[in-house]
């Protein structure tokens, strides 16, 4: 694994940080303006190396992490970025043999994480509307992780109902998850977990109330997360000037067995 091989998709980086991503192939060659790498010198050659261009210019081989690959791939829908994604991992508490239900699946981003982190034993279930995100968040997915046998994708409208459960976890990023509170009561098991992610304050408000509504939930937390990257070099060490503000609001509840249920 630690070694490039056929069919591999690599960013090649370079000392400015600039990044061409290839798919490796027998014979290919990469042309990066009027210099050329040929495929078959990066082939059987470990991850991280340095490489040349025919003229000399460095580059550095590298599998793309999944963070980096989310930010560049292919968008249908928004994605969620990376310092979301890691917390919904966390508090959404996916752990290995999970059973996770998401929608909509958006253009896969948090598929991926999902999938990663239920493992080979667990498995996702991902509802959608739009046949054109469906497929491109499946062909994202195929290039980054290959064939997902543990991965159904259902054409159908969560709002109106769900057919899967019971399920360990709920994931939602789509814009009114109110909606699919009743159908998360009976579609988690007890115990399990909702999570949804809801941009602006009144959405947030309304799905609260919805989660408080329910005698079936409990443990409703909202919190956000802001990550400030820094500059160190030097003797400037100081945050970055530019960071992004906002994405969006993270509620979480619990499932709960109230006593007269
Ligand atoms: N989490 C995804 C992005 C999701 S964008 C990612 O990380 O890539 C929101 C998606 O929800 C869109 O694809 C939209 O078509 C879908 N959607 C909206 N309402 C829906 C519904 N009622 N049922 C199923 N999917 C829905």
Redesign the pocket.
């Known amino acids: 694994m630690s070694h490039l091989r056929l069919g591999d998709r690599i960013h090649l980086v370079s000392y400015k940080d600039r990044r061409y991503t290839l798919v490796l192939r027998a014979g290919g060659i990469f042309q990066f303006s009027g210099e050329t790498l040929a495929h078959d010198d990066l082939i059987g050659k470990p991850e991280g190396m340095t490489v040349r261009t025919s003229r000399g210019t460095h580059f550095i081989a590298l599998r793309p992490t999944l963070a980096e690959y ?1 930010v560049k791939m292919p ?6 970025y990376p310092k979301d ?1 890691g917390l919904i991992l966390m508090w959404a508490d996916i752990y290995p043999g999970a059973k996770v239900l ?10 991926m ?1 999902l999938l990663r982190s239920v493992g080979e034993k667990g498995s996702v279930i991902s ?4 046949d054109d ?2 497929k491109r ?1 499946q062909e ?1 997915i195929d290039q980054f992780m290959g064939p997902v046998p543990n991965l159904v994708v259902r054409m ?5 109902g769900i057919e899967d459960g019971p399920v360990d976890r709920l ?1 939602l ?4 998850p109110w ?2 509170v009743p159908h998360a009561v009976t579609a988690l098991r007890p115990g399990g977990v909702f999570l949804c ?1 809801l941009p602006t304050v009144p959405q947030v408000q309304q799905v609260v109330a919805a989660l408080q509504a329910e005698k079936g939930f409990g443990f409703i937390e909202t919190f956000e997360t802001l990550l400030r990257t820094w500059n160190i070099d030097g003797r400037s060490v100081r945050p970055d000037h530019r960071m992004v503000a906002h994405s969006a609001f993270l509620t979480v509840a619990r499932r709960i067995v109230p006593e007269a249920e």
């Open positions: 989310v968008r249908g829908a928004q994605v969620i994604l998401e929608a909509g699946i958006g253009s896969g981003a948090l598929t994480a509802y959608e509307v739009r995100f469906a968040a994202n159908k409208n969560i709002y109106e994931v990023d789509l814009p009114e909606q699919v992610l």
